[in-house]
């Protein structure tokens, strides 16, 4: 995949807990966050962001496979203001509250299940 300069890319971030850079880690997790402009290509493979202050402490070369086009469509990106990131780009999950409990029951046993925000 290659980019060109001036177009908007998503950057991925990755949990701290269970950290896998290329694969699964749960449904409802953040993966991607706001659309950053390239500013050049240092290599084939690696692109120089424009990243806003408060990500002073993040190096600006990303490897490409951890950008992905941009569409425009804003309703699957998370406002990156709401994830604390660190100088990894890697964010702690933090339980709101529970929102609703059930219990199956089988014929031994019981299992508790917990919808949590």
């Keep these: 995949m290659t980019f060109q300069a001036g177009e908007q890319v998503l ?3 990755s949990s701290i807990n269970g950290v896998m850079r290329f694969g699964k880690k749960g449904k ?3 993966r ?3 659309p950053f402009k390239i500013l050049d290509c240092v ?3 690696a692109y120089r962001l ?3 202050p408060s990500l ?3 190096h600006l070369v990303f490897h490409v496979s951890l950008l992905k086009k941009y569409h425009g469509d804003r309703d699957y990106i998370i ?3 709401s994830v604390l990131l660190d100088k990894n780009l890697q964010y702690k999950e933090e339980s709101i509250a529970i929102l ?3 219990v199956q029951k089988l014929r031994t046993k019981e299992i508790n299940f917990v919808k949590v925000q």
């Design 100 to 102: 609703d409990r059930d």
């Design 32 to 34: 991607y966050i706001r």
């Design 43 to 45: 290599r084939p493979v």
């Design 28 to 30: 409802l997790s953040p």
């Design 56 to 58: 002073s402490g993040v």
């Design 11 to 13: 950057l991925k971030v």
């Design 79 to 81: 406002k990156w203001d």
């Design 50 to 52: 424009a990243l806003p």
